[in-house]
């Protein structure tokens, strides 16, 4: 009797639903296992790291995954944008620095300096999207073993252009002043800036799912991720879409970089790469062309690493990876990708 | 036998298996492994010894790398990982035994194996499920945590120090056999014979099998995957085969590499730039060319290890401006662009450049 009821309830409701529902609310709940192993505040400190971390990865791996699903280019080089955004803003925010408005600002000089070296670093970024995808990407369409060969190789130069103008050592990212410290909220400790990486990641997921989903550039670009040919017949310049798409990726992951930079508070030649193998792995656990899919991807990877850095520092890293495996056993096309 | 009994194919071997012994090929091959041989003999110096023991180690690595990237059409970031366990199995083995023996080195040769299988099997089975492409990121996301776990579990690998380990009997540097025809003979001396031998042995195993029926059917799934499921070939089987195949002798090679330096550290061997080498190796040399690892591991050790000083030297020359001498400092930049050009504008590299000029030639001469 009460297996028939529970039938008939999914019928009523849908069994699908039901299912969806309650796969979702496992997922959700497996992020509260770490509770077994660290006391509750430290877990809300570890939580909203984690989250801020996620923002941050998204940055990068938003431009990834668009490009790779609409371009069906895999850009390695995309970490070295993340690097240049970075140095750029430090650059900047020296800059600043000697107008005394970094170390010694008023809140609203605190605010400029930091949109500042954003907003530069988001054009330093596109900039160097453009170039890279004029001058080589876009002779190599369509030839996986030569992107793949040809963007690791720019990305080695741009790493070493970073060596040759800033030096090969790892530097000190300034933070402006009212973005310094943490507040304290009932003895949880939520360092100001990563609050603000929260906010400011939010907005630009908000921000590209507005333009994906209410633009015609949007409606443009989700037709191209699904065939790319029908697109063109319709009479839009598909290369043009390409580049602004690139350029797009580009200077996010530039800004992703400042921002990344001015949360670790520490910059080095080898933060491309290592922010490039943790793009990689959200985009593959989100699902190549999915923006929501890194979202979700770039939040599970940020929670995993600071809730295992915490408990078992040298495995961090592994665990992303045996994320990216299990989710790849059950979903081999990844959590939102489309199924091939 | 009448001809007709067969196929193009059959044919065609039958007539490479008759002139395999006369054709200028072989004779190079022989010359060159005669070269190598004399090398310690003729140039006593060490540093000549050094770069020709690495251009032998690599030509074996980056040739596997070829089955992988040139013949299966796979991309592996993980061909330098696969190194860096073949180097560390065996300076583990040797460094946690009081008094190694031979067969300890024959033992940790073992484990390379069976170590690199076993990765190169998961990681393939995780990721080649769903596009090739996968396993390009994959295997950069592993083998970015074994370099870190190579600097952090350092209880097992001493970490950023390295493993520096004694070798046994007469491959130690401290043996000393006499003089011999002039020649002193020492453990180094014996090493480097020992290297020649088995990258000979190793790199003849790859040819051979890139030239077996199955390197064949590898061929096709990279020229046309769907065409070659359709002939009933398990496409996924071949390509796995192939990544173990060629992960296996990397870690082989890198075990010669480890017995080379008696050192080790996870940055030479497990590092993003020994990968980016082998990369660079093989496209110079020729993607799908196997002969052209030779070259391209030989161009590559041979740049890097003048190089550094010839740039030195070039901007002792210029006007001593800062941007200049770091630029100076900074050869993997030059190496960075011209990997760059060579992939845009020589996508074939030397021996495949080569080939294509041969069967020209011949074209044309049978026209004629």
Not at chain 1, 111 to 120: E, Q, T
Not at chain 1, 267 to 288: H, K, Q, R, S, Y
Not at chain 1, 329 to 335: A, E, M, S, V
Not at chain 2, 232 to 239: D, E, S
Request: aromatic residues 10%; contains cysteine; proline residues 3%.
């Amino acid at each position: 009797m009460a297996s028939q009821a529970t039938t008939a309830t999914l019928d009523a409701t849908g069994g699908r639903d039901v299912r969806e529902i309650v796969f979702w609310v496992c997922a959700g709940g497996i992020w509260l296992l770490p509770l077994m192993a660290i006391d509750p505040t430290t877990y809300l400190v570890l939580t909203v790291a984690g989250f801020a971390m996620g923002m941050l990865l998204f940055l990068s791996a938003a431009g990834l995954t668009i490009i790779f699903g609409l371009m069906d280019v895999l850009n390695l080089a995309h970490g070295a944008f993340f690097a240049w955004g970075a140095y750029v803003g430090f650059s900047i925010l020296n800059a600043l620095s000697g107008l005394g408005w970094v170390e010694s600002a008023t809140m609203g000089q605190s605010i400029v300096s930091v949109l500042l070296a954003m907003a530069v670093a988001l054009v330093v970024g596109g900039g160097l999207g453009l170039i890279l995808e004029r001058v080589i990407i876009k002779q190599v369409y369509g030839d996986h073993l030569k992107q793949i060969l040809i963007t690791m190789g720019a990305s080695m130069v741009m790493a070493e252009i970073i060596k040759v103008l800033w030096g090969p050592n790892n530097e000190v990212m300034l933070v402006p002043l009212a973005f310094q410290g943490s507040y304290d909220v009932a003895d949880v400790v939520i360092n100001k800036f990563r609050v603000a990486a929260i906010v400011a990641g939010l907005l630009v997921y908000g921000g590209v799912m507005l333009v994906m989903l209410k633009t015609k550039l949007g409606i443009i670009i989700r037709a191209g991720v699904e065939n790319r040919e029908v697109v063109q017949t319709l009479g839009y310049n598909i290369n043009r879409i390409f580049t602004g798409v690139f350029i797009a990726g580009a200077a996010l992951a530039g800004m992703g970089g400042a921002m990344w930079g001015m949360f670790r508070e520490q910059i080095t030649p080898a933060m491309g790469d290592e922010n490039l193998i943790f793009a990689l792995i959200v985009v593959i656990i989100g699902g190549m062309g999915s923006v929501t899919g890194s979202f979700l991807g770039a939040c599970m990877v940020g929670l995993a690493f600071n809730y295992v850095a915490f408990l078992m520092p040298k495995l961090a890293l592994g665990v992303n990876i045996l994320i990216m495996a299990i989710i790849l056993l059950i979903r081999p096309w990844g959590l939102l990708g489309r199924e091939q | 036998m009448p001809a007709a009994e067969f196929t193009p194919v059959q044919l065609q071997r039958l007539r490479e298996h008759a002139g395999r012994y006369s054709r200028p090929s072989f004779l190079i091959q022989i010359a060159l492994v005669v070269c190598l041989a004399a090398i310690p003999l003729v140039v006593p110096s060490f540093r000549t010894m050094d770069v020709v023991a690495k251009i032998m180690i690599f030509a074996v690595a980056v040739a596997s790398f070829d089955i992988i990237l040139g013949y299966t059409g796979i991309i592996s970031f993980a061909h330098g990982m696969f190194f860096g366990l073949g180097a560390y199995s065996i300076a583990l083995v040797c460094y946690h035994h009081p008094a190694p023996q031979y067969y300890h080195l024959l033992l940790a040769a073992g484990l390379a194996m069976v170590l690199s299988t076993v990765v190169a099997v998961l990681v393939a089975v995780f990721s080649l499920r769903v596009k090739a492409i996968f396993f390009a990121m994959m295997t950069l996301a592993v083998a970015e945590f074994v370099h870190i776990l190579g600097y952090q579990w350092s209880d097992l690998t001493m970490g950023e120090d390295g493993v520096s380990f004694k070798l046994p009997g007469i491959l130690a540097s401290t043996w000393d056999g006499g003089q011999f025809l002039g020649t002193q003979l020492n453990g180094r001396l014996v090493v480097y014979y020992l290297i020649l031998v088995i990258s000979v042995v190793l790199f003849l195993g790859v040819v051979r099998f890139v030239r077996s029926p199955v390197g064949r059917v590898l061929k096709s799934v990279r020229d046309n995957e769907r065409r070659s499921m359709a002939l009933g070939y398990k496409v996924i089987h071949y390509r796995i085969l192939s990544i173990v195949f060629g992960s296996v002798i990397s870690s082989l090679a890198g075990a010669l590499f480890a017995l080379w330096l008696s050192y080790v550290n996870p940055d030479t061997v497990l590092g993003t730039p020994l990968m980016l080498n082998m990369l660079l190796m093989v496209i110079i040399g020729g993607l799908g060319t196997v002969y052209g690892g030779i070259v391209g591991a030989a161009f590559i050790t041979i740049t890097e290890t003048w190089l550094p000083d010839l740039l030195k030297a070039g901007v002792g020359l210029l006007p001593p401006v800062e941007l200049l001498q770091r630029l100076a400092d900074r050869w993997v930049l030059f190496f960075g662009l011209a990997y760059v050009l060579v992939v845009l504008f020589f996508p074939k590299g030397v021996m495949g450049t080569i080939r294509d000029m041969v069967a020209r030639r011949a074209a044309a001469r049978e026209k004629a």
